[in-house]
């Protein structure tokens, strides 16, 4: 899985939009997109699939040590269970994992994403542009 994913402020939210393909063992390829909301409260993360709702669908707990930044949060949907944890290395990259578990889903989603190259670290600007990979594995 490769593709590209921005972030913009846009008062106390920040959208995120991703795009990208995902390419099976099997050869097959699918283009995805999605995009979330996200709010920092208190020293934590909460990620929204749409501003306009009461409650975020993953709270992340965000704790810092040694110039990283990292938080868990839980989603349930139905009968399956998201265990996520999200990881910042400041200004370099950050990386996702969500383990699934649930009658039919049993996988794990691991991504990294860089910043990319052609954004200069200390120029201001309004949004952030990252590529990311992913090494997904799916028993």
Request: proline share 5%.
């Amino acid at each position: 899985m490769a593709g590209l994913a921005c972030i913009k402020r846009s008062g106390e939210l920040f959208p995120y939009e991703e795009q990208g393909k995902l390419r099976l063992a099997t050869g097959q390829q699918f283009a995805f997109s999605r995009s979330y909301y996200f709010v920092s409260e208190g020293g934590d993360l909460l990620s929204y699939f749409d501003p306009g709702r009461s409650q975020p669908f993953l709270h992340f707990h965000m704790r810092e040590s040694t110039g990283e930044h990292s938080g868990k949060a839980v989603h349930y949907c139905g009968d399956d269970t998201y265990q996520a944890t999200f990881r910042f290395e400041r200004g370099v990259s950050f990386a996702t994992e969500y383990v699934i578990k649930g009658p039919q889903k049993d996988l794990v989603l691991s991504t990294t994403y860089v910043r990319d190259s052609g954004i200069v670290d200390d120029a201001p600007r309004p949004e952030l542009s990252v590529g990311f990979h992913a090494d997904n594995t799916i028993p």
